[in-house]
Each structure stands twice: as structure tokens, then as C-alpha cells.
């Protein structure tokens, strides 16, 4: 009966452009399940429920850009989320939890490039920060919740998501006037790939893979006359850099690898980082 009455809500709101029947519609839908409750625990069901509340969402910024409706169903499905699962989630549960927590990340994704695409109230460039920049960070949280301990699974999920906002960028990029929502993609692109290293590699390798992605984003900024990414690319040599002196104390010492004078991680940990520091000094 609820789903009943949100849908034609959202319905009347959309055909008479009413915007606020659509959040008072939406606004006690996304009520319901906390105000009705009958404390069985079924996350399955509360879940699919919230996914139907933001299929109509979506479709509603399919249409109209209206940003108080995104963000209150932003706000509900990751904060309803987050509560459930800091008191209830249990591994077991990541085979019914997962799905759902890709799907309302792929919602807001979505919701947040159509708001910009539909946008019409403000002139362009406009970008909506809570949605573009707030969804990965609040879903990569709970994907780490859900993976606790899974490094390899975390690596893999930030480099799925780095391709995801890669592509994105690359989309958004073709159509001229929304370079600043291709370059905020492009900078969660790398965020995100560049997270992946520390959970995949060890320090070493992560160290050497950020020296040298370092020098690459000052390169590009430096072409650009772009401050901020050449002021990221050398502030990434220097989390390069604290990351391999941290792995003096994550890994086997040189006095372990005799046998490797040269073949060891820490003399090549120390070799890449000199070649990546005179690349940067060559870029300079």
C-alpha cells in the first residue's frame, strides 16, 4: 500500500511539476519501514523496499532536477543503511547485503550525472559535490565494512570502481560543457586507483607505484598549466615515500636477502623512487 502511494504521489508531482507532493510522497515512504516496523530483521525485504523508493527517484531525475528529492533519498538509503548495518551485519549476510549496496551505489551515481544533465536553474558548469563525491566515499565505506579484513577484495572493489568513474570521465568528456563534472570523475578515478595499491601490494610496491603515478599527474599538470594536479602529483611522491620507509617495518630486512643483493624490495623500493624522483625533476 505504501509503494501504491508513493507511486502515484511521484506520478501527480511529475505531471503537475509539483515538486513538493514528490518529497512528501517520497518522504513518507522512505518513513515507513522505520515508523511501521515490526522488528523482524528482514533486510532483504527493508532493502528491495528502498530499492523501489529509489527506482522512482531515479526515474523522477530522469526528468525533473529536482536536488531535494536526490538527496533525501541519498540520505535515507545510506544512512537507514549504515544504522542497519553497524547493529545487524554479520559476514553471512554479504551474499544478500552486497547486491543491494551495488545497486543503490550505481542509483546515485546515475542520479547525480542525470541532475547535472537535466540541470536547467543554474548555468553551467554545476556539479552536485554531495552526490558525485559523497556516493563512492559512503559506498566504499560500507564495501570496507562488508569486507573487513578481505584486502584483496577491497583492491578489487577500488579498481572496479576507478573504471567505473575512468569510463564516466571519458562519456562526460565528450560532451564539452560539462568539463567540470568530467574532471571531478577524473579525479575519483584516480583516487580510487590509486587506493587499490596499498590493498593489493605491499608497502614497497605500493611506494614505487605512487612514485611513479606521481610524476604522471605532474606531467599532466604541468601541460595543462594546472595547479592543483601538479601540486597532487608531488604530494603523492611523498606519500610514495612515506609508504617505503613504512615498509622497514611491514617486510623482511636487507640482512634477509643476502642472497638478493640487489634483488631485494628494499633496494628496489629505493631504485624506483630515485628514477621516479629524476623523471619529476625532468618534468620540472
Do not use: C
Request: hydrophobic share 55%; charged share 10%; no cysteine.
Amino acid at each position: 500500500l505504501t509503494v501504491v502511494l508513493v507511486g502515484t504521489a511521484v506520478t501527480l508531482a511529475v505531471l503537475q511539476n509539483a515538486r513538493s507532493l514528490a518529497v512528501l510522497g517520497l518522504l513518507g515512504g522512505y518513513l515507513a519501514p522505520v515508523l511501521i516496523s515490526t522488528g523482524s530483521g528482514n533486510h532483504v525485504a527493508l532493502f528491495g523496499y528502498y530499492a523501489v523508493l529509489n527506482a522512482a527517484v531515479f526515474a523522477v531525475a530522469w526528468t525533473k532536477s529536482w536536488r531535494a528529492l536526490n538527496l533525501m533519498g541519498f540520505v535515507f538509503t545510506f544512512g537507514v543503511g549504515a544504522a542497519w548495518g553497524a547493529k545487524y551485519y554479520t559476514p553471512e549476510y554479504l551474499g544478500t547485503v552486497e547486491p543491494f549496496l551495488i545497486l543503490f551505489f550505481l542509483f546515485y551515481v546515475a542520479i547525480g550525472l542525470l541532475y547535472v544533465f537535466k540541470q536547467t536553474a543554474h548555468r553551467r558548469p554545476w556539479v552536485d559535490g554531495t552526490l558525485v563525491f559523497g556516493t563512492p566515499l559512503l559506498a566504499f565505506s560500507m564495501q570496507a565494512k562488508l569486507l573487513a579484513g578481505n584486502r584483496l577484495g577491497l583492491a578489487l572493489s577500488a579498481v572496479v570502481v576507478s573504471l567505473i568513474y575512468g569510463a564516466l570521465a571519458y562519456v562526460v568528456h565528450v560532451r564539452k560543457s560539462e568539463r567540470l563534472l568530467a574532471e571531478a570523475y577524473s579525479a575519483l578515478a584516480i583516487a580510487f586507483a590509486t587506493l587499490a595499491v596499498p590493498f593489493a601490494f605491499s608497502a614497497s610496491t605500493t611506494a614505487t607505484a605512487w612514485a611513479l603515478e606521481g610524476v604522471g599527474i605532474t606531467w599532466l599538470g604541468l601541460r595543462q598549466t594546472r595547479m592543483l594536479p601538479t601540486a597532487a602529483g608531488v604530494l603523492l611522491q611523498l606519500f610514495a615515500a612515506a609508504s617505503f620507509f613504512a615498509s622497514f617495518s611491514h617486510e623482511p630486512s636487507v640482512g634477509h636477502h643476502v642472497e638478493q643483493f640487489i634483488l631485494n624490495p628494499h633496494y628496489l623500493g629505493a631504485a624506483m623512487l630515485a628514477l621516479a624522483g629524476l623523471m619529476l625533476s625532468l618534468v620540472f
